[in-house]
């Protein structure tokens, strides 16, 4: 004999929706040179890597595109780095990974394992390793803060209402 039981469970799942305007200055300017990085032009003139240098030396960084890039290069070569156009408001996970990385990158202690395994970066671990701390050593010494600290703003949007169905035997 099996007995069924239609549990009806409401979860109330926040999703978090963060604005460019939220974010500190340095993780507006790691992700408006990223989208530059990505979807920018090379036939400009000014082009997208002279954008991105004068925007780097604004702040005392020294061959911000060469960083950048370097940074970028493996993350574009698995085709994953889908990033939203300069003029998009809202961030997406993608964006929200890059600040954490380079955030997580000025720390002493590097856990690096998150990111290279999110990105299957198993085979390029140490280039990806020395890129991204490059990029965050230059954003350090420039004083420039990515840090997200969810706690110190509301970046709640909406709730959604999910139906669990459990059968018990």
Known sequence: MIIICKNIIYIYIITMQIKYHDLPFGAQLLLWTSRLSINGSCRTNPNKYDLINLAYEKVG?????????NFLFFLKKMKILNLQPICSQC???IELNLIY???????????????IKMWCLDNVEEH???SAKSLAI???NANLNTNIDLHSKSFL????LYELNNTLH
């Open 61 to 69: 960084i020294e061959k911000g595109s060469i960083l950048l890039n």
């Open 91 to 93: 961030l997406t996970q």
């Open 101 to 115: 990385c380079i955030n997580e990158h000025m720390k002493e202690k590097i856990n690096n394992e998150y990111f």
């Open 128 to 130: 990806f390793t020395n």
């Open 138 to 140: 230059a954003f350090k």
């Open 157 to 160: 949007h909406e709730g959604q």
